[in-house]
């Protein structure tokens, strides 16, 4: 900017007495807001806010702020925070003094160095600010409430807000101020980092208050919220949490109601965060009848949930695959991954309902026989579209494209001419996949349909694929999250003889023993270190190969197996002091050792008698040592079998 005369003009902010009235008035500033009386300490704030908001130099300033900061009374502040109206105030005014403290602590949280934040100055302002927002206008609730979103970001902020002893002001305007949400939640994962023993009566108490605000309203918002705090566990303690029962409650009457799509979907997320989050404690919870919600004319809510999550599943199959590359796959798919975790937690309910024996108390169920066949029929129709839909994904990934013949797809190591991905996550990685892997597992093992069994039979080859956890090239990763479900389903696949046959042409056994011979003769520290962790599913891998071993006639069996039989001459007595599902992992591999054994050719069994030996000479050893243990019933049983033959 130049004047008239063609010289460089300078604004008053900028000139040397622009400058030096800046100064004057910034000293000015901070002398009032550290004088005793309260009426030049409140125009003391009211410059400073002046100040700071037209002078941006000071804002940038990091030592004059704090300066400034310093200057401020903590106790004027919290004073001006209580203010309300009496004889002597009026509204006016006491809204004028909460307003200039609420705005000046909102300055100065954006403009505070990172130490500043985390100091006692700062946080012992969250109790004033949570009883002001009663008394406060539109523009200074949203003030407050950002200024403590920005408290709980970090974990001395987020400590500070949750030993606020009343927070029932903050969460009563959780239904018309949706940053609360987000106060809360940050509040939760960052400030129960250090859990302490009133955590669980914290959470109880906000959690709550949180139902009573939205108890005859619109639950939605109150779901997502809990939701994003999960699997985050918000006080996992025994006797389960009151809160947990009276949310379990509203999931049932949003069911009940006929709930439109999108308090469906929230009570899906809700349902699967839950389930995992509390495995132990939220199943009962969610699908045991309760005495109340009898009624002659109203199905079980277990039914109508599962029957919902099931219509969900299948009507949204066909648009799945066009929109795989469109930015709403992604929630798409984590909607059908919350519908099959539950389906699939249903189907360990239901399976630990019927197994129970006579030292295992009954857990009741609400379905009556008619309705378990209706409900095996839509789980049959269900799991027969996955498995077509498990089919069609592994197709487009792989080869390319969808729905194709096993002669057409291309080789491994071809390029693809068209790719068919999500955009977010590859197969390997796509929790959809995961979870109706684990649902269609357990089904396909619990349930004896020889039909859909041979269906599955012809996904062999991509749940042998999932099973290794990587394309074509791909480095080995250390945790592979599909092999436990996959082992399931290939238990349930193999008991047919489409199921065995398409076994053995995907090469699955080679695979599957690999992965067992890792786990009982561990050669580096890393498996070693995970032998217990995988001690169960590879357990179910033997017994999957010694399912399809059983199948072949005597003389029969095949060459390659043989490792399964010769591995077992570097084994001595088991060490002492094993967890039992090793030891029946020990014990499981020992069977199909001899079962092979005993399938061999004369010319193999000869080559392979002092296997024998030492199989027999393991199995006594483990009688001997756990034959008084009523834990070991099931190891003691295989091992007696194994030297009975």
Same mark, same amino acid.
């Given at each position: 900017?130049?004047?008239?005369?063609?010289?460089p003009?300078?604004?008053?902010s900028?000139?040397?007495?622009?400058?030096?009235?800046?100064?004057?008035? $910034?000293?000015?500033?901070?002398?009032?807001?550290?004088?005793?009386?309260?009426?030049s300490?409140?125009?003391?704030?009211?410059?400073?806010?002046?100040l700071?908001?037209?002078h941006?130099p000071?804002?940038?300033?990091?030592?004059?702020?704090?300066?400034?900061?310093?200057?401020?009374?903590?106790?004027?502040?919290?004073r001006? $925070?209580?203010?309300?109206?009496?004889?002597?105030?009026?509204?006016?005014?006491?809204?004028?003094?909460r307003?200039?403290?609420?705005?000046?602590?909102?300055?100065?949280?954006?403009?505070?160095?990172d130490?500043?934040?985390d100091s006692?100055?700062?946080?012992?302002?969250?109790?004033?600010?949570?009883?002001?927002?009663?008394f406060?206008?539109?523009?200074?609730?949203?003030q407050?409430?950002?200024t403590?979103?920005?408290?709980?970001?970090?974990?001395?902020?987020?400590?500070a807000?949750?030993?606020?002893?009343?927070?029932?002001?903050l969460l009563?305007?959780?239904?018309?101020?949706?940053l609360v949400?987000?106060?809360?939640?940050f509040?939760?994962?960052?400030?129960?980092?250090?859990?302490?023993?009133k955590?669980?009566?914290?959470?109880?108490?906000?959690?709550s208050?949180?139902q009573?605000?939205?108890?005859?309203?619109?639950?939605?918002?109150?779901?997502?919220?809990?939701?994003?705090?999960?699997p985050f566990?918000?006080g996992?303690?025994e006797?389960?949490?009151?809160?947990?029962?009276?949310?379990?409650m509203?999931?049932?009457d949003?069911?009940?109601?006929r709930?439109?799509?999108k308090?469906?979907?929230?009570?899906?997320? $809700?349902?699967? #965060?839950?389930?995992?989050?509390?495995?132990?404690?939220?199943?009962?919870?969610?699908?045991?009848?309760?005495?109340?919600?009898?009624?002659a004319?109203?199905?079980?809510?277990?039914?109508?949930?599962?029957?919902?999550?099931?219509?969900?599943i299948?009507?949204?199959?066909?648009?799945i695959?066009?929109?795989?590359?469109?930015?709403?796959?992604?929630?798409?798919?984590?909607?059908?991954?919350?519908?099959?975790s539950?389906?699939?937690?249903?189907? #360990?309910?239901?399976?630990?309902s019927?197994?129970?024996?006579?030292?295992?108390?009954?857990?009741?169920?609400?379905?009556t026989?008619?309705?378990?066949?209706?409900?095996?029929?839509?789980?049959?129709?269900?799991m027969?579209?996955?498995?077509?839909f498990l089919?069609?994904?592994?197709?487009?990934?792989v080869?390319?494209a969808?729905?194709?013949?096993?002669?057409?797809?291309?080789?491994?190591?071809?390029?693809?001419?068209?790719?068919w991905?999500?955009?977010?996550?590859?197969?390997?990685?796509?929790?959809l996949?995961?979870?109706?892997?684990?649902?269609?597992? $357990?089904?396909?093992?619990e349930?004896?349909?020889?039909?859909?069994?041979?269906?599955?039979?012809?996904?062999?080859?991509?749940?042998?694929?999932?099973?290794?956890?990587?394309?074509?090239?791909?480095?080995?990763?250390?945790?592979?999250?599909?092999?436990?479900?996959?082992?399931?389903?290939?238990?349930?696949?193999?008991?047919?003889? #489409?199921?065995?046959?398409a076994?053995?042409d995907?090469? #699955?056994?080679k695979i599957?023993?690999?992965?067992?011979?890792?786990?009982?003769?561990?050669?580096?520290?890393?498996e070693?270190?995970?032998?217990?962790?995988?001690?169960?599913?590879?357990?179910?891998?033997?017994?999957?190969?010694?399912?399809v071993?059983?199948?072949?006639?005597?003389?029969?069996?095949?060459?390659?197996?043989?490792?399964v039989?010769?591995?077992?001459?570097?084994?001595?007595? +088991?060490?002492?002091? +094993?967890?039992?599902?090793?030891?029946?992992?020990?014990?499981?591999?020992?069977? +199909?050792?001899?079962?092979?054994?005993?399938?061999?050719?004369?010319?193999?069994?000869?080559?392979h008698?002092?296997?024998?030996?030492?199989?027999?000479?393991?199995?006594?050893?483990?009688?001997?040592?756990?034959?008084?243990?009523?834990?070991a019933?099931?190891i003691?049983?295989?091992?007696?079998?194994i030297?009975?033959?």
């Amino acid at each position: 900017m130049t004047s008239p005369a063609g010289q460089p003009t300078t604004t008053p902010s900028t000139s040397p007495r622009g400058q030096d009235q800046f100064e004057g008035a $910034l000293e000015k500033t901070i002398q009032l807001l550290q004088t005793k009386d309260d009426t030049s300490r409140f125009a003391g704030l009211a410059l400073l806010r002046s100040l700071l908001d037209n002078h941006a130099p000071l804002r940038n300033d990091a030592a004059r702020i704090s300066r400034c900061w310093t200057a401020i009374s903590p106790k004027f502040l919290d004073r001006l $925070l209580r203010s309300r109206e009496t004889e002597k105030k009026s509204r006016d005014e006491a809204e004028s003094m909460r307003s200039l403290a609420i705005s000046v602590i909102h300055t100065f949280t954006l403009l505070l160095p990172d130490e500043a934040r985390d100091s006692r100055r700062y946080l012992s302002r969250s109790a004033g600010l949570v009883a002001a927002i009663p008394f406060s206008s539109p523009a200074s609730t949203e003030q407050i409430l950002q200024t403590l979103l920005t408290f709980t970001t970090r974990v001395a902020g987020a400590e500070a807000l949750l030993h606020v002893s009343d927070l029932s002001p903050l969460l009563k305007v959780a239904q018309q101020q949706p940053l609360v949400s987000d106060v809360v939640k940050f509040a939760f994962i960052n400030g129960l980092q250090n859990v302490s023993e009133k955590s669980p009566q914290k959470t109880e108490e906000v959690i709550s208050q949180l139902q009573q605000v939205f108890l005859g309203h619109d639950a939605v918002p109150f779901f997502d919220m809990l939701t994003a705090l999960l699997p985050f566990p918000l006080g996992e303690v025994e006797p389960c949490p009151t809160w947990l029962g009276l949310i379990t409650m509203h999931i049932r009457d949003g069911i009940l109601i006929r709930p439109s799509f999108k308090t469906r979907q929230s009570i899906t997320f $809700l349902s699967s #965060a839950l389930l995992e989050t509390y495995p132990h404690l939220f199943p009962s919870l969610l699908f045991q009848p309760l005495e109340a919600s009898k009624s002659a004319d109203q199905k079980p809510f277990s039914y109508l949930f599962i029957n919902l999550l099931l219509f969900e599943i299948r009507s949204t199959f066909p648009e799945i695959h066009e929109k795989l590359a469109s930015p709403e796959y992604a929630t798409l798919s984590r909607r059908l991954a919350a519908a099959f975790s539950i389906v699939a937690t249903f189907i #360990a309910f239901l399976i630990r309902s019927v197994d129970t024996d006579e030292d295992t108390e009954a857990i009741p169920l609400e379905l009556t026989p008619d309705l378990l066949l209706k409900l095996r029929r839509n789980m049959a129709e269900t799991m027969s579209l996955t498995i077509e839909f498990l089919r069609d994904r592994w197709d487009g990934a792989v080869s390319g494209a969808a729905g194709l013949d096993p002669s057409a797809r291309q080789p491994s190591d071809t390029p693809l001419s068209l790719t068919w991905e999500s955009q977010d996550s590859d197969i390997y990685h796509d929790d959809l996949i995961l979870y109706a892997v684990r649902a269609l597992s $357990l089904w396909l093992r619990e349930d004896d349909s020889e039909s859909l069994r041979n269906e599955a039979a012809g996904i062999t080859d991509v749940l042998v694929g999932l099973f290794t956890g990587r394309a074509e090239g791909e480095p080995e990763k250390p945790e592979n999250h599909f092999q436990s479900p996959v082992t399931v389903a290939l238990e349930g696949t193999v008991e047919t003889e #489409a199921g065995i046959e398409a076994f053995e042409d995907a090469g #699955a056994w080679k695979i599957l023993w690999t992965e067992i011979k890792a786990i009982v003769l561990p050669r580096t520290k890393a498996e070693k270190a995970t032998q217990t962790a995988k001690a169960l599913y590879g357990t179910g891998m033997v017994r999957v190969l010694l399912t399809v071993a059983q199948s072949h006639f005597p003389g029969k069996t095949k060459e390659e197996w043989m490792d399964v039989l010769a591995a077992t001459e570097g084994l001595s007595e +088991l060490e002492s002091g +094993l967890p039992l599902p090793l030891v029946h992992l020990y014990a499981s591999w020992l069977e +199909l050792a001899m079962q092979l054994y005993n399938n061999a050719s004369l010319r193999n069994k000869e080559r392979h008698r002092h296997c024998q030996v030492r199989i027999a000479a393991v199995v006594e050893s483990i009688i001997s040592r756990y034959k008084d243990d009523p834990r070991a019933d099931e190891i003691i049983e295989i091992a007696s079998d194994i030297i009975r033959v």
